[in-house]
Structure formats: structure tokens, C-alpha cells
């Protein structure tokens, strides 16, 4: 079983930038795929980020491709997303994910685990 931890989120003001945390328990965290999805008010959930069991390969949204970085340090049991030039549109629940059985975690269903989210407001 793994558990999931984020950490990070809070409020913002637009062009400001916040950098999330997810940790992760157990010593198998290298072999899991990780993903950032968020919430908003009113909407389903969407794909953020995602990021390989090594770290080398990435992918992200449009809507967050330039602005947004994934990363992990598998030393660390951790996952970041690193948030740059925060837009209003950007105020969302966000929830990392992983996967013993997806390189990466794509899409809702090839998660395994969540964590509880954090709330990031972005202010105009």
C-alpha cells in the first residue's frame, strides 16, 4: 500500500508561482508512475502532469505546457509540480497519483493511489 501526502498549495496572486510536494510512503517509489490532476469548482477532474519512473520522460496538458514543471526525486519519495506564472483559471483542488502499473499516470483510470489534495487559489 502506498500513501500519498501533498503539500504546497495555498493562495496566490496571478504571475505568482507556488511549488507542490507529494510524498510518498513506502521504499518502492521508483517503480511507480506518477501524475498531477486538479479539481475546480463545478468541473471534473483533469490530467496536469506526468511523469516516468526514472524522471527522464514528461508530458502536460496544454493548458499548463510552458508554465508548469514535474518533477521527482526517487531518493526523496517525492513528486513536485512546479507552478510559474499562476493564472486565475489555474484555482483548483490538486491531487497527485501514482501507478505500479503505468509508466506514467495518463488518465484517471491507471491510478492506483491518490493522495487527499491541496487547494491552490489564484487571485486576480
Known amino acids: 500500500q502506498v500513501q500519498l501526502v501533498e503539500s504546497g498549495g495555498g493562495l496566490v496572486q496571478a504571475g505568482g508561482s507556488l511549488r507542490l510536494s507529494c510524498a510518498a510512503s513506502?521504499?518502492?517509489?521508483?517503480?511507480?508512475?506518477m501524475g498531477w490532476f486538479r479539481q475546480a469548482p463545478g468541473k471534473e477532474r483533469e490530467f496536469v502532469a506526468a511523469?516516468?519512473?526514472?524522471?527522464?520522460?514528461?508530458m502536460y496538458a496544454d493548458s499548463v505546457k510552458g508554465r508548469f514543471t514535474i518533477s521527482r526525486d526517487n531518493a526523496k519519495n517525492t513528486v513536485y509540480l512546479q507552478m510559474n506564472s499562476l493564472k486565475p483559471e489555474d484555482t483548483a483542488v490538486y491531487y497527485c497519483?501514482?501507478?505500479?502499473?503505468?509508466?506514467?499516470?495518463?488518465?484517471?483510470?491507471?491510478?492506483?493511489?491518490w493522495g487527499q489534495g491541496t487547494q491552490v487559489t489564484v487571485s486576480s
Open positions: 513506502g521504499r518502492t517509489f521508483s517503480s511507480y508512475g
Open positions: 511523469i516516468n519512473l526514472s524522471g527522464g520522460s514528461t
Open positions: 497519483a501514482g501507478s505500479g502499473r503505468y509508466r506514467m499516470v495518463l488518465t484517471e483510470p491507471w491510478a492506483d493511489y
